[in-house]
């Protein structure tokens, strides 16, 4: 479990998270350390100063890539009175850097022993994250005159760790040391450099000419400058949604990385410390969130989701020709294949999304040349659709993992073992249909026949997939709805029995559109109705559910992402006040939060705690988390393209204020969005 | 009888256009090394056009793996992706250009894909 006192820096997907101290001091179970493609390069990095250990007086997290401690030797157990101050900087670029600065404030001289412990257990970050520990390769330290080098060896498979210093130190075994002799205030410092490294044979390393693209510090910070000097300001009366959005941005650019396979474009990674990866479906959902904000970031998700768009059957990674990937990992055990993720393609919503996407980034930027460019890939996704994920053969999508051992049984973004079940509890046999992907199916359709009629010239296609989709509405209001709830089922078996759990999942239904119209109105009100909506957001499971927990990970808690896509479903049938009351509630939270909101809280109800409970082993920051506050103020404006233009209908909840968005890049060029909060909630339904 | 190494480039020469590389320009080197020995494979790639030879020239992307490693792969028993981890293979220069000639080796010969219920029924 993370620690709320680790401090975590990062670039891509190499990250390092430690004590407030600076130090790493890490166990199986304790995720600190220096971690790059999926591999942990350092387990331990103490520092001491004549044997003890340092205290923290503060720390800055000065960019998501760099942090700065101040220290003092000694433990806090009483009033410190120091003589020392010890300043350890750091950032992560392609490599991980440190400065030690140590001065002396007293008045006589003094001599010092500073030890750096360094070790590597060089687990994989499946292995941090499940508890495993026994490796099946062998370690090494290798310690010379001006560097030490701790390795792991497994077959060819080998990483290896680098340590340098700029001023002469004592390397050995177990860290390296320096004798340091300093007069009245004086100050002495140190640059240590640790490399990190993926070795094959004849010592080339595996990211070889990849890592033409690594940066440095002062790039990156130019870059971060111009991404958000690239991206819309918001002004807003209402102080913390300001302030939600700073946030957000610089934690988006965090989040960008760029995939081994795929050198030099970014994507959103799926989130820290776990996920600093390529998602298909998490990547997708952030960049449907952030279009307004950031509408590059989708055209490369797309082309490179596209380009490892699967070709074949592996029953392994459950890949299929047209899929779309799951996730990618770079560590041990998908190398040695004990994880299926070389990539790993074992979800059914990441297909349908990604021509979603493609339809509404072009709607947002004009960008037809893209839509032209990946006609191949969406037919490709299409026909996945039809022909190989229609497991019962009656037009739905289904999911059942071929890969037994080491695959996804809930290839939805519910994922947890027990998210999908019948009212009284009981968990559906496979293969199991889950609503919001035949939504998502439904719209790839709809918004393929656009695409077809306008850039592929191919009106008949276009005409089919209409068809096909019209059908698929039918066949699913038929199928999923459940009478007595006057709600759409969570899911289908395959005898057609429906898990008849009233679910979040019932709003993505109205984003994608397949609602029938006159059933609307009821699933707004079962949103926003106190069984799902706890004043916060909207429950992943209503209360009075079988299996409803207020902190069950897909049982009960409240995830903003989720409540993003809500919110802009109910725009989309008209209901803007219920929209709004979600916008509030989740931009509430987040203010809890220091504008970083987390994957999910608790589903407690708002009167009851007063604050957001934050689930325990939430990640943070989370991409379609940190995308949640850019679709509210997407369905809070009510901006939408229309003909060319950017059309502005704003509904905002009362107390918001006035909001401003300026410069909205589109297919328009830049233009504002401007909106005043007058709405009054208590006109809202029970 | 063929080998599966020499099936795959000869089928892949037969082609002459590939679909999923519309969009690939480049040349790929594969280097089959044992011992003293090397073979040479070369790929041309130009908008899907495919052409392969077996000249031993500069090339955009180079990789070296075993005769072994790469007859698996050929017949679909190993996965190039898990082997470019595993450093059973590597690579220099241009990494695009091997994930997108990667994505044409076969799948497991094992691996029968999705299979829909009635059929399942019936076997």
Known sequence: MVQSNTIRILDGNTFVVSEDTGDIEATPSEPTGLFSIDTRFLSRWVLTINGERLNALSYDDLQYYEARFFLVPGLATHYIDAKLSIIRERAVTASFRETITILNHDERAVDLEIRMDAGSDFADLFQVKDEIVNKKGEHYTEVEADRLRLGYRRGNFRRETTIASSETARFDQRGFAYTVHLEPNEEWSTDIDVQTAAIGPGGRDLRLGLQAHARERLALQHDLEEWIAAAPKVNSECEHLGRTYQRSLVDLAALRFSPLTMPGQTVPAAGLPWFMTLFGRDSLLTCLQVLPFAPEMSRTTLRVLASVQGTRFDDFREEDPGRILHEIRYGETAAFEEQPHSPYYGSVDATPLFVVLLDEYERWSGDGALVKELEQECRAALKWIDDYADLVGNGYIWYERRNTDTGLENQCWKDSWDSISYRDGQLPGFPRATCEVQGYAYDAKVRAARLAREFWDDPHYADRLEREAAELKERFNRDFWVADGEYYALALDADGRQADVLSSNIGHLLWSGIVEEPRAAKIAQHLVGPRLFSGWGVRTLAEGEVRYNPIGYHNGTIWPFDNSFIAWGLRRYGFAEEAAAIADGIIAAASYFDGRLPEAFGGYRRELTKFPVEYPTACSPQAWSTGTPMLLLRTMLGIEPHEGHLAVEPRLPVGMGRIEVLDIPGRWGRVDAFARGRMEMHRLAE | ?123
């Open chain 2, 1 to 123: 009888m063929v080998d599966a190494t020499t099936r795959f480039f000869e089928d892949l020469d037969r082609r002459g256009f590939e679909p999923l590389l519309e969009k690939t320009s480049g040349t790929l080197r594969f280097d089959l090394h044992e011992d003293a020995q090397t073979t040479h494979w070369l790929i041309q790639v130009d908008r899907g056009r495919i052409r392969v030879s077996r000249e031993d020239r500069d090339a955009d992307t180079v990789v070296w793996t075993s005769p072994a490693m790469f007859e698996q792969m050929a017949a679909g028993r190993e996965d190039g992706i898990a082997a470019l981890l595993r450093g059973d293979m590597t690579v220099t220069g241009d990494a695009r250009l091997v994930v997108q000639i990667e994505r044409l080796f076969p799948g497991p010969p094992d691996s029968r894909g999705p299979r829909r219920l009635f059929a399942r029924e019936a076997g």
